[in-house]
């Protein structure tokens, strides 16, 4: 559970800092960490830019910046730094579907289905993929695309989160069908 994790990994960053002060990846975690159990914008911030400072070629760090970056409202600056890691990084499950992830929330949705796309011919089991397709497919009003990955999302993750159900019910009330929602 994330409140046993958590804690714990932010205690080992703290204490990888301690023992190296231009150890980029301890930044990096605790950057991610800030980020997405911490809500703490600044300091998340700060975390990933020392990370970058000290290793500008760590991808997971612009990865991680870029999440920050969107969190905040600066989706511009977040596509541009998940564009870094990608560069960094082009062969990385993970970047490619948070490139995906990032690009849907900047509306670009062309660009979101390419990164999907792209991440299902790197690992088609990977979890969460499907669901940037569907959204991406919503964000264009393609309805029944987007219904169909949200299932192929449901199958790959096997039921293990609740987004493609959550998804499938409004794309239901947008085509007008509040029964099958």
């Known amino acids: ?26 930044y990096a975690a605790l950057g991610f960490i800030k980020t997405w159990y911490g809500w703490d914008w600044t300091g998340a911030e700060k975390s990933c830019q020392r990370a970058i400072e000290l290793n500008p070629g760590l991808s997971m760090s612009h990865c991680w910046y870029s999440f920050n ?12 730094e998940m564009e870094k890691a990608l560069q960094l990084d082009p062969l990385s ?20 289905l390419d990164a999907s796309r792209r991440t299902l011919e790197l690992d088609p089991s990977s979890v969460f993929v499907h669901l940037h397709l569907g959204e991406a497919y919503l964000g264009k009003s393609m309805y029944e695309e987007a219904l169909a990955e949200f299932q192929s999302e449901k199958e790959v993750s096997k039921g293990s989160h609740g987004w493609a159900e959550t998804f499938s019910a409004y794309v239901y009330i947008l085509m007008g069908s509040p029964a099958k929602a």
Do not use: Q, W
Request: glycine share 4%; proline share 3%.
């Open 1 to 26: 559970p994330s409140t046993e994790v958590i804690p714990r990994a932010t205690k080992m960053a703290l204490r990888a800092i301690e023992i190296d002060e231009a150890l980029s990846e301890a």
């Open 69 to 80: 970056l969107m969190f905040k409202g600066r989706i511009d600056e977040a596509v541009e």
């Open 93 to 112: 499950v993970t970047i490619n579907r948070n490139f995906g992830m990032v690009c849907f929330f900047a509306r670009r949705y062309d660009r979101s």
